[in-house]
């Protein structure tokens, strides 16, 4: 059983910063792609970013390209998503989820265990 946890989230203005993290209870994910959703209000949950559990692939959405950076290190547990150039169009919240899968995959049905969320609200 793997359990996931979020941290990390808050209200940031326009421009700002903040670092998610993702911590499993319970089995480890060293061996699971760990992606992360969010899901704005009124809008469906969305992929926003990946990585293999190796750390060799990774993948973004268009809209994060260039302010996210998703990492992982095995030995401590902890991935992380760090976003800056913070935008109100990132409000959301956040969710981390394991996909014990082969692929990396965008699809949020092939993702097997998800966190509770952390809110990211970003005020203009």
């Known amino acids: 059983q793997v359990q996931l946890v979020e941290s990390g989230g808050g209200w940031v203005q326009t421009g700002a910063s903040l670092r998610l993290s993702c911590v499993s209870y319970?089995?480890?994910?060293?061996?699971?792609?760990i992606g992360w959703f969010r899901e704005a209000t009124g809008e469906e949950r969305a992929f926003v970013a990946g990585?293999?559990?190796?750390?060799?692939?990774?993948t973004y959405i268009d809209a994060v390209k260039g302010r996210f950076t998703i990492s992982r290190d095995n030995a401590t547990n902890p991935v992380s998503l760090q976003m800056i150039s913070l935008i109100p169009e990132d409000t959301a919240v956040y969710y981390c989820?394991?996909?014990?899968?082969?692929?990396?995959?965008?699809?949020?049905?092939?993702?097997?265990?998800w966190g509770q969320g952390t809110q990211v609200t970003v005020s203009s």
């Open positions: 989820a394991g996909d014990t899968g082969p692929g990396l995959s965008r699809r949020e049905g092939d993702y097997d265990y």
């Open positions: 319970g089995r480890g994910i060293g061996t699971v792609v």
């Open positions: 990585i293999s559990w190796n750390g060799c692939r990774i």
